[in-house]
């Protein structure tokens, strides 16, 4: 188990994952919270080099979780942008994350832009959220959630939004997730408050969409 407690730790995880350290059976803790200063992000994990550890926001002595604020990504060219890039395996739970600017070009969102095989489980993205990209954007997690969504909240301030400009390609856009995985998936508890605008199709306030043999339940959207 490791515990991070500062923006400058947090950002050695990401280059530590994305230089090839799954961490994988391993535990990140956070210790506090973390203020990204809205400074420029790099996620944690890309494809072909995920992130597939557990990574823990819950506090020690069970009073609540921890907050980490102010992420701004903008990369309008590159793909897989959000706290992290990709997740595969392994479990994102327990904190909240509050104000987050976060563009892309595809599998965008504040959270995760590709979550992949991973739970994210008791997440709520809050304060001022403005997701952009071109394609499988959303509030949460952009594309490609292949393993249960729980308690994952988007409750955005005035002037949040989720958007995605594509053209005449599928747009894919969600206020939770832009593209989910296929197949026996299970998003629950979830709350979604943020304005979703999409030029094309496949979209939908909470899923853009959900595909077969897939179910969602007790969520809502406001």
Avoid at 56 to 75: E, H, P
Avoid at 139 to 151: M, S
């Amino acid at each position: 188990t490791f515990t991070i407690d500062s923006a400058a730790q947090l950002a050695g995880l990401a280059k530590l994952v994305n230089e090839g350290n799954s961490f994988s059976g391993k535990t990140i803790k956070l210790g506090a919270d973390i203020d990204l200063g809205g400074k420029e992000w790099t996620p944690i994990g890309m494809s072909g080099k995920p992130f597939q550890g557990i990574f823990d926001g819950a506090k020690s002595d069970g009073s609540g979780n921890y907050t980490i604020s102010n992420l701004t990504v903008n990369q309008p060219y590159k793909n897989d942008m959000g706290l992290f890039g990709y997740t595969t395996g392994g479990q994102v739970k327990n904190f909240t994350l509050n104000n987050a600017k976060v563009t892309g070009y595809l599998d965008v969102g504040a959270v995760a832009g590709t979550p992949h095989t991973s739970k994210y489980t008791n997440i709520a993205v809050t304060g001022l959220i403005q997701v952009n990209g071109f394609s499988y954007v959303g509030g949460a997690f952009g594309k490609n959630a292949y393993a249960n969504l729980t308690n994952v909240d988007v409750i955005g301030d005035e002037g949040s939004y989720v958007k995605a400009e594509s053209g005449y390609y599928r747009t894919y856009l969600g206020g939770l997730v832009g593209f989910m995985g296929e197949g026996n998936i299970t998003v629950s508890g979830c709350d979604v408050k943020v304005d979703v605008t999409g030029s094309t199709c496949d979209v939908g306030g909470i899923l853009g969409i959900l595909h077969y043999g897939n179910t969602m339940t007790n969520c809502t959207y406001k």
